[in-house]
């Protein structure tokens, strides 16, 4: 099936009637199309930046005045195909200081609509504590000092879209990344969502194994911001760390172009490629 044009990651294609959930609260349910941009390098099935960044979205939907998303988890359930998707987001927790929205994202598969990806977020209230404003991270080099990135080897709709540039030299291994491409079709995107929509690159960021011999997908992913973005760049500093036993994971600070401003976590299952396989995920079409 030949992937629909345009800049964003998702086209809508309108909204269902709302549902109820098993706790009696409204659910919205929204309609999307993936573009070419989705298409990741480990096979036929998204990338894994493009699906959290659109439960975000959903989850963004509707925030009370004096509210902000901390954290998001998404957990990726299955691979996501390049066909038609659903989306389920609901109020799991109201609360005028602490809230939690949750989503899910929706594919259907031999006649049957089922859960790809499924996503959370707090929701904390927020008043002025500049005065106390700290972080214990370390800044990384801006920019400006960030060179040609390994990132461009890979092959994908995705990789295509990101602008990914590495700073020499540094220990884990960093790198600035952007986008100009918009989670939905016709829509600004916020901060939280220009970063979801680069924050899981830094698996291949913080990569220690060949992935031509190796895959290390991840499961899932998990943000806390303690201060939103406030540039276009996202600096990923990340190294990942394999255990005895076929499960790793990757550990990253994230910046802005003044600082430091969150941590984000991904669990990866680890396991050798097929010898015979072919796979290159350097090559576009392997």
């Given amino acids: ?73 998404t957990n990726l359930l299955g691979p996501v195909p390049y066909t038609a998707l659903r989306t389920r987001t609901w109020v799991t927790r109201p609360g005028k200081q602490i809230s939690m929205v949750e989503s899910e994202l929706l594919a259907e598969v031999k006649g049957v609509w089922r859960q790809v990806a499924s996503g959370s977020a707090w929701l904390l209230s927020t008043i002025d504590t500049s005065a106390v404003e700290r972080t214990f991270d370390s800044p990384i080099p801006g920019v400006g000092e960030a060179g040609d990135s390994p990132l461009s080897r890979w092959s994908g709709g995705y990789i295509d879209s990101i602008d990914a540039r590495s700073i020499p030299g540094e220990s884990p291994q960093a790198h600035w990344v952007r986008t100009d491409h918009p989670v939905v079709e016709g829509e600004v995107p916020t901060p939280w969502q220009s970063l979801m929509s680069v924050v899981d690159t830094a698996n291949g960021i913080g990569a220690t194994l060949d992935p031509r011999e190796y895959s290390f997908m991840n499961t899932d992913l998990v943000v806390h911001l ?61």
């Fill in 226 to 286: 303690h201060r939103l973005p406030v540039s276009p760049w996202t600096g990923i500093s990340a190294h990942g760390s394999i255990g005895p036993d076929g499960v790793g994971m990757t550990s990253a600070s994230l910046h802005d172009e003044h600082g430091p401003i969150g941590r984000s976590l991904q669990t990866l299952l680890v396991q050798p490629q097929p010898k015979d396989s072919g796979f290159d995920p350097f090559r576009p079409g392997s």
């Fill in 1 to 73: 099936m030949t992937a629909p044009t345009s800049d964003a990651y998702f086209i809508p294609l309108g909204q269902l009637p709302d549902e109820t959930s098993s706790a009696g609260t409204a659910v919205t349910v929204e309609r999307f199309q993936p573009t070419e941009h989705t298409h990741g390098p480990w096979g036929p099935f998204q990338h894994g930046s493009p699906p959290p960044a659109l439960l975000t979205r959903c989850m963004e939907q509707g925030i009370p005045e004096g509210m902000r998303i901390s954290r998001v988890a």
